[in-house]
Antibody, heavy 118, light 103 residues
Framework: QVQLVQSGAEVKKPGASVKVSCKASGYTFTSYDINWVRQATGQGLEWMGW????????GYAQKFQGRVTMTRNTSISTAYMELSSLRSEDTAVYYC???????????WGQGTTVTVSS | DIQMTQSPSTLSASVGDRVTITCRAS??????LAWYQQKPGKAPKLLIY???SLESGVPSRFSGSGSGTEFTLTISSLQPDDFATYYCQLGVTFGPGTKVDIK
């Protein structure tokens, strides 16, 4: 079945970087955009950016410009999101989700908890 | 930047009730609005896309309508599985969410 499977939970210190992976299966990885959305505990959903796995083109929310990098490895159908200069406010569950945002994101990963703590 | 609001923020309802959630945008950019359902500890689930198109596999008691800056999600007869938080999304902006809980 169509699914996105994310890497496991991470604990990082302030100032460090984290790289989360998102492995696609059950469909052609290069045919759909991958988005990254995060959610702090008890809070709403926040879109971080998107990547076209075919071209590698990316678009990032202004809030994360300069701190986030989205990449992919098409040979293993995996997308990555790296967030640098972590601070406590980055503690959240990070989701990857398939599809251009304007069409609605129809397949979501299970989420990866990133905790930033000294 | 576009701003999204949802009302109400919390809704208490009973099984069988008709429920309506409203989503408003600060400006009209398109009618490509989506609705998601999220349960605690789970990823969001797409319910409606392009304002009124029902995602495959989603029960027909869910419907969406609206255009421009005002959109609604309606659950025609609330079921026990529907108690959750609902988010609208327009472009890359999500609304703040509406929690539907048991009355």
């Amino acid at each position: 079945q169509v699914q996105l499977v994310q890497s496991g939970a991470e604990v990082k210190k302030p100032g460090a970087s984290v790289k989360v992976s998102c492995k696609a299966s059950g469909y052609t990885f290069t045919s759909y955009d991958i988005n990254w959305v995060r959610q702090a505990t008890g809070q709403g959903l926040e879109w971080m950016g998107w990547m076209n796995p075919n071209s590698g083109n990316t678009g990032y929310a202004q809030k994360f410009q300069g701190r986030v990098t989205m990449t992919r490895n098409t040979s293993i159908s995996t997308a990555y999101m790296e967030l640098s200069s972590l601070r406590s406010e980055d503690t959240a569950v990070y989701y990857c989700a398939r599809g251009p945002p304007i069409d609605g994101m129809d397949v979501w990963g299970q989420g990866t908890t990133v905790t930033v703590s000294s | 930047d576009i701003q999204m609001t949802q009302s109400p923020s919390t809704l208490s309802a009973s099984v069988g009730d008709r429920v309506t959630i409203t989503c408003r945008a600060s400006q009209s950019i398109s009618s490509w609005l989506a609705w998601y359902q999220q349960k605690p500890g789970k990823a969001p689930k797409l319910l409606i896309y392009k304002a009124s198109s029902l995602e495959s596999g989603v029960p027909s008691r869910f419907s969406g309508s609206g255009s421009g800056t005002e959109f609604t999600l309606t659950i025609s007869s609330l079921q026990p599985d529907d108690f959750a938080t609902y988010y609208c999304q327009l472009g890359v902006t999500f609304g703040p969410g509406t929690k539907v809980d048991i009355k």
